[in-house]
Structure formats: structure tokens, C-alpha cells
């Protein structure tokens, strides 16, 4: 694949991405929305079913089967949440922080985050990043970063190319991506030649959203479908270029309120009360958080198998050695993982020590009050 073929002027990216490139796009079409994500549901969930239908009859599932429902049901899961997200995008009331960000060192994070689901998945993926830092709002960057992932480990059948580079002028960051979707016995004799049109298989909920977030994020990008493979260029138009670095105009942007300031983030909650569970859950509703509740150490082990978290909410009774032995794993895996702390009394907000680490500790009586500054305060510490 030529992937410098997908690097066009802004103006032809524009044009040939329609709605998708920039902060114009198309109002979102809410019933077909639905549709599509009723439909990819409805498809992943039958197949869990016939697993689960297999288990009632037989008594007995394979380790292979027991792996493949739990992927079945975090694949409707996924696309239950992406769905929320490209209608949360698509209500126009999104407000982006500006920053200045190393676009290489985020990309690296998002793919060490899903290091673990690769390697249980065979997934393998090539990299050849160039530095490159732009102006974007850091949630959401990251969060399209993690939608590009989820569409490519999604739909490819071989190894995901990722080329990020700089083209000189106008100084504008390029992300490539390339994968084969469908198996070489598959393809048509004219697989070199382009489709007239996408193909329609890959135009998932996930693809949905990082249409919707690029256009929010006002990137340009563009697809290309060609017979049993695909290329898609990301084109980032607020490059920061290195003279500019050197003088700091980038950081001298004012910097707009970002109204949920954690979207995208992962949060694992322990909690085995449901009261605690549900306070938790209505401190955390503007943060635009997603959140998995978890009754005990043994089902956070078992969720585990689908990437780790950003952070862990957990209540102080369940904070025992079985715990602390999980918090030592995860710690040596992800360094940067937040810890914060559910206490039954003592004051708001305090901080912690464990080991060589700290943690925020919020009390249960002040959970609407402080969980989301102490939450903040931890991911920017860790961050």
C-alpha cells in the first residue's frame, strides 16, 4: 500500500471526506443510529446466546468458548457506549480545552493501554512514529486515539500499519492507517483497484464514532476501500511546528472549559453495596466517564482481561490483602494507574500512602462532593 497517496492538499482532504473532515458536520442521523447499533448488538448477543445454549445442553464450556463469549459481550458493551458517545458528540454542546500535546507519546500510551487485549487476541501492529506535537483537548484526542484502535482490531485479519509523520508545508501532522479486512483467499482478482464506494462492513459503530470525534476535533480525514484491504489518513491541521515549540505560542492559547473533562477515560468502581455503587455512579455522570462496577476483587481480576482501567474507585472494606496484592500487579504493569479510596469516615479528601505510592481517599458521606476533584486530582498526578 501507498499510504503518501492518502496525503493530500487540506483543501482536496476536504473535499474528498465531505461531512467527515472538520468541525462542520452533518447533523447526526439519530434513527439510523439506533438501527445500526440495535443491529450490531442484536448480531454479537445471538452468537454469545448460542454459546450459552451450548453451556446449558452440555454442562461444559472450553476455555477458547469461555473466552469468546466474554469478547461477544464486551463487543456489545463497547458498541452500547460508542453509540452514547457519537450522540453525545453529535449534540454540539462539546467544549474542547486546548493544549499543547506530544501526539507520538499519546498514540504510545493509547497502544500500551491495549497491550495486554493484543496479545491475547494475536493482534500485531507495526509502528513508525516521527514527534510530532499538536493543539487539541487531551480527553478527547485520546478518546479518538482508542476509537482508531477499536475499529482497527475490529475489522483486521493481518497486521495494522501505523505510520505517523510531518509533512513540511503546511507543517501538518499525518496519522496512516492500513490493515487487511478480509483473508487473501477472499479477495477479488482486482484487489488493487479502489472501491467505487466504502465498504459497508466497515462502517461500524466504531467507525461512526471516530467520524464524529474527528469532526469535533476538526481533523480531516480520509478512507480508502480497496478490495479486501483499507487506508485510512488522519490529517491534524493545528500542527504545533517546532519554531513555534521553541517560542511557546502554543501554550499561550487561553484554554476553554471542557465541560466533561474525563470522556473516554476508563473507570473501574469496587464496591459491593449498591447504595455506595449508586452514589458513585451520580457524582460521575457529567465527568463523561466510562464505568464498570464491580462487586469484588475476584470479578475485577476477571474484567481485567479486557484492558486495564485509567482508574479504580474501590471502597476501604475491600481494600485487603487479596487487593493490595491486584494493586501491586496492576501498578507494575500501568505505573501511572489511579487509586482512590471509598472511606467509611475521616475527612473529604485526603491522601494517602501505600508502599511508594499515594492515593486520594474520599469519605463515604462526601462522595457527590469530592470524588470527581479527588478523581481529577489523581489522573493529573499520575498523568
Do not use: C
Not at 123 to 128: D, K
Amino acid at each position: 500500500m501507498n499510504l503518501s497517496d492518502l496525503a493530500l492538499e487540506p483543501q482536496q482532504v476536504a473535499e474528498a471526506a465531505g461531512p467527515t473532515a472538520g468541525a462542520g458536520a452533518e447533523p447526526l442521523d439519530t434513527q439510523a443510529l439506533i438501527a445500526q447499533l440495535g443491529s450490531e448488538v442484536a448480531s454479537t448477543l445471538s452468537s454469545a446466546l448460542e454459546r450459552v445454549a451450548g453451556l446449558a445442553a452440555t454442562g461444559r464450556i472450553g476455555r477458547d468458548s469461555l473466552r469468546a463469549l466474554r469478547e461477544e459481550i464486551e463487543r456489545a458493551r463497547r458498541a452500547g457506549i460508542m453509540g452514547q458517545q457519537v450522540v453525545r458528540l453529535g449534540s454540539g454542546h462539546v467544549h474542547l480545552a486546548r493544549e499543547r500535546l506530544d501526539l507520538n507519546a499519546l498514540f504510545r500510551e493509547a497502544l500500551r493501554q491495549r497491550r495486554g487485549e493484543m496479545a491475547a487476541r494475536g493482534i500485531e501492529v507495526r509502528q513508525l512514529f516521527t514527534p510530532a506535537s499538536v493543539a487539541s483537548d487531551a480527553t478527547l484526542l485520546f478518546s479518538m486515539l482508542q476509537t482508531t484502535l477499536d475499529w482497527s482490531f475490529e475489522h483486521a485479519v493481518s497486521r495494522i500499519d501505523l505510520t505517523l509523520e510531518v509533512k513540511n508545508w503546511p507543517a501538518h501532522a499525518q496519522l496512516f492507517v492500513a490493515f487487511a479486512h478480509r483473508p487473501p483467499d477472499e479477495v477479488e482478482p482486482d484487489g488493487a483497484v479502489a472501491l467505487a464506494a466504502e465498504d459497508s462492513t466497515l462502517n461500524t459503530v466504531s467507525w461512526r464514532l471516530l467520524q464524529r470525534t474527528a469532526g469535533v476535533l476538526g481533523l480531516f480525514l480520509r478512507r480508502r476501500d480497496l478490495s479486501g484491504k483499507t487506508e485510512l489518513a488522519l490529517e491534524f491541521p493545528d500542527t504545533v511546528a517546532p519554531t513555534l515549540l521553541a517560542a511557546g505560542d502554543a501554550e499561550s492559547e487561553p484554554l476553554a472549559v471542557n465541560s466533561q473533562p474525563l470522556a473516554g477515560r476508563h473507570l473501574l468502581v469496587l464496591a459491593a453495596r449498591r447504595e455506595v455503587r449508586n452514589v458513585v455512579r451520580e457524582a460521575l455522570r457529567p465527568m463523561g466517564l466510562m464505568i464498570d462496577f464491580v462487586a469484588s476483587v475476584e470479578q475485577a481480576q476477571e474484567l481485567r482481561a479486557g484492558g486495564l482501567p485509567h482508574a479504580v474507585v474501590y471502597e476501604a472494606a475491600l481494600g485487603g490483602e487479596r487487593f493490595e496484592r491486584l494493586r501491586g500487579e496492576w501498578l507494575a504493569e500501568a505505573p501511572g494507574l489511579a487509586f482512590v479510596q471509598i472511606a467509611e469516615e475521616g475527612r473529604a479528601f485526603e491522601v494517602l500512602n501505600a508502599g511508594e505510592h499515594q492515593f486520594a481517599s474520599v469519605g463515604r458521606d462526601a462522595i457527590i462532593e469530592s470524588l470527581p476533584a479527588a478523581l481529577l486530582f489523581e489522573l493529573a498526578r499520575e498523568g
